[in-house]
């Protein structure tokens, strides 16, 4: 009679697995760095559990016989997968085919893409890259629900950020007031705080968001501007601020690789807000998947700097 699969002894299976990879009592006892005698041992109580010889002799080995070769496809598959989730494992970004998921606004995007899908192509050709708008107020939602595999974005507010939500910090935001060449304003040296919060202004507000930080930074300061549009693309902020005499405080940065770059001037600001800092974000559930810590060392290796 057959033992059910709750009273079978699961380490049996890892003897079985042996005999039938190594075709041989002793190579297996040696693969397993058990003694010859516990493998005899392991395979009689397998025989019985099963109701079958299991292996036969032959020769200088043994030979599996039919209901063993019929047994050896599911569990070799199952001990794989368990091996798989609980040992070490390489990534290899040469041959692997993964689809990778990152939420970023335009802008981090405009920055982090291109440089990343070329490095991509020459090591890891197989990859795909899927972005996602970045929600701001929602970066943990992404992570906890499983959404994305990395964010890469401001965080709101660092002191309630959640404990699972891991976090490296990239790259420091500069910011300048924009304007279009030839705008009233751009033959001057420096705004004074009055012509600059007077002028008007145009700015990005990502979703899930309200009002644009630098609003926020004036309000605590009891000061505020003239915004008169919000956007939730910054290429579409630095088209509005070419094509018009609106002006923007806008990541400085994002210029230089900008179509805008020709047609737009960049003064500093009167009132410079505190340093907004580009995070890389992940939930600890991918911490030690290889994966996933073979993206985010890719991401820190290329974009983190030390400002």
């Known amino acids: 009679m057959w033992m059910s699969f709750r009273a079978l002894d699961l380490n049996l299976l890892k ?49 599996p016989t039919q209901r063993a070769v019929v047994l050896w496809e599911p569990i070799g598959e199952a001990l794989e997968s368990v091996r798989g989730a609980l040992d070490e494992q390489v990534f290899d970004a040469g041959r692997a085919q993964i689809e990778f998921t990152l939420s970023m606004s335009d802008y981090v995007a405009s920055l982090v893409m291109p440089n990343l899908l070329n490095h991509l192509g020459e090591i890891a050709p197989k990859a795909r890259v899927q972005t996602v708008p970045n929600t701001i107020l929602e970066i943990a939602d992404q992570l906890e629900d499983n ?70 930074f004036l ?63 992940w939930h600890q559930r991918n911490d030690t998947v290889p994966a996933q810590r073979w993206l985010r060392e890719t991401l820190v290796g290329m974009f983190a700097r030390s400002d």
């Open 15 to 63: 003897v079985f697995e042996a005999l039938m990879t190594e075709g041989s009592v002793t190579r297996a006892a040696s693969a397993l760095t058990m003694t010859q005698p516990a493998v005899s041992n392991a395979l009689a109580r397998l025989r019985d559990a099963l109701g079958d010889p299991l292996f036969v002799r032959s020769g200088t080995g043994i030979r």
């Open 147 to 216: 959404l994305v595999d990395c964010v890469l974005s401001v965080y709101v507010n660092e002191a309630q950020q959640p404990t699972a939500i891991r976090s490296r910090s990239l790259w420091t935001v500069d910011y300048a007031c924009f304007m279009r060449r030839g705008h009233p304003l751009a033959a001057k040296k420096r705004l004074s705080t009055r012509t600059f919060l007077n002028a008007r202004h145009v700015d990005v507000t990502l979703a899930g968001k309200r009002m644009p930080s630098y609003d926020l």
């Open 219 to 281: 309000a605590s300061r009891g000061l505020a501007r003239n915004l008169v549009a919000t956007v939730n693309h910054y290429s579409a902020a630095y088209e509005i601020v070419r094509q018009s005499d609106l002006i923007a405080v806008l990541p400085s940065d994002l210029r230089s690789q900008s179509r805008h770059a020709p047609f737009l001037q960049a003064m500093p600001l009167p009132l410079q807000a505190p340093a907004r800092i580009v995070s890389l974000f």
